[in-house]
């Protein structure tokens, strides 16, 4: 008896913008999202990311950041990005930011995963977010 695969998501292909300022974790966090059929483009700092975003002629759905992106922080990035891309899912990873801090921070990402996670942790999660922006959700 043959295993059948399950039928591609329909979200897969859509663009994931990746921010980590540490290369290694970087691309290991973009491969992962590529191996499962995204688009990825991967940025090692936030104002750069920030400025392709603003820029892009067409946006990507989902947003991978990490907190400590060196010239700016994920939520930061969050928030100078969502007045243009009101549409644009975030997910924010970090190891070092306290939930605390996160709590009072005005700007909330739409999800959150604390690091070290698990590849399809990951992966549910670009999932979910790229299904809602497909279907317009804010």
Do not use: C, W
Request: net charge neutral; glycine share 6%.
């Amino acid at each position: 008896m043959s295993a059948t695969l399950p039928p591609p998501a329909p979200t897969r292909g859509a663009l994931v913008f990746v921010v980590d300022d540490n290369a290694l974790l970087g691309e290991i966090t973009r491969q992962l999202i590529a191996s499962a059929g995204y688009e990825t483009k991967l940025f090692h700092q936030g104002l750069p990311a920030r400025d392709a975003l603003l820029a892009a002629a067409a946006p990507p759905a989902v947003l991978v950041t990490d907190f400590d992106i060196g010239d700016i922080n994920g939520l930061d990035l969050i928030n100078q990005v969502r007045a243009k891309l009101p549409l644009l899912k975030t997910l924010l990873v970090s190891g070092t930011a306290k939930p605390e801090v996160l709590a009072r921070h005005p700007v909330k990402p739409d999800q959150f995963l604390a690091k070290p996670f698990r590849a399809d942790d990951l992966l549910g999660a670009v999932d979910r977010l790229a299904a809602q922006a497909r279907a317009g959700a804010v």
